[in-house]
């Protein structure tokens, strides 16, 4: 990573195309009683460095996802779609309130990059979304903690989407949260309810997403979620 040298811009579509620096708890102050010795991931306020990689070249290979997830990179049209399942605000959707809403995203090249990893006897699938951004982590976990449930109108659907931050794991992202999610339609018809669980970390102005998602109540694979978020974070880091 090198210092920043200029302005860095930041439902089944899935289905459909695959069927803060790490601190140390010992030596800073006020940690408490963490372990020393583990990395702690610290709020931050402002990004200073610049991942020069191209995006595309930092998410997991397929063999890195499991076994059970065969694993493929969307095209630029299939990745935008899927970012708006995960969030479940598809582009052009009405987001009631209104501040809830997810800021907008440049999909174009090297700006987000997107593998998903299916696994097709339980139609679930695991997500790695990598994105170019100058906003600190902070500021996405401030809305999602005043956003628990918001009201989306898209394409005369309604749904509603309800969001739960959590304790993310440890981790070498100098920032990092968790949340789980649901999306819920109006008609409230069986098996079309999302269920996600995510993990979202901070590298340089490299931001991390990986998101299982089901549209059953099977509780989610965090065990994969935190593998696949631990090796990318990695590959990230080294670039």
């Known amino acids: 990573m090198g210092a920043v040298t200029g302005p860095v811009s930041t439902k089944g579509a899935v289905l459909a195309v695959v069927s803060a620096v790490a601190v140390l708890a010992s030596t800073t102050t006020g940690c408490g009683s963490e372990t020393p010795g583990r990395p702690v991931a610290a709020q931050q306020s402002t990004i200073t460095e610049y991942v020069s990689a191209v995006l595309a070249t930092l998410l997991p290979e397929p063999s890195q996802f499991p076994a059970r997830y065969p694993a493929v990179v969307l095209p630029q049209e299939a990745a935008a779609q899927a970012v708006g399942d995960l969030t479940g605000v598809p582009r052009g959707a009405t987001v009631l309130p209104r501040d809830c809403a997810p800021p907008p995203q440049d999909f174009g090249p090297d700006r987000t990059a997107v593998a998903v990893g299916t696994d097709n006897d339980s139609r679930a699938t695991l997500t790695v979304e990598l994105t170019r951004t100058m906003v600190p982590l902070s500021v996405l976990r401030e809305q999602l903690a005043r956003c628990g449930q918001m009201r ?75 593998e696949v978020f631990a090796t990318t974070v990695e590959k990230v880091r080294a670039a």
């Open 152 to 226: 989306v109108s898209a394409t005369g659907t309604t749904t509603s989407v309800r969001t739960e931050l959590q304790d993310p794991p440890r981790t070498d992202a100098e920032e990092a949260l968790a949340l789980r999610r649901t999306v819920v339609p109006d008609a409230g018809r069986t098996g079309l309810t999302e269920s996600m669980y995510t993990l979202v970390g901070q590298v340089g102005d490299v931001r991390i997403t990986v998101t299982y998602m089901t549209f059953s109540d099977a509780e989610p694979d965090t065990a994969a979620v935190r």
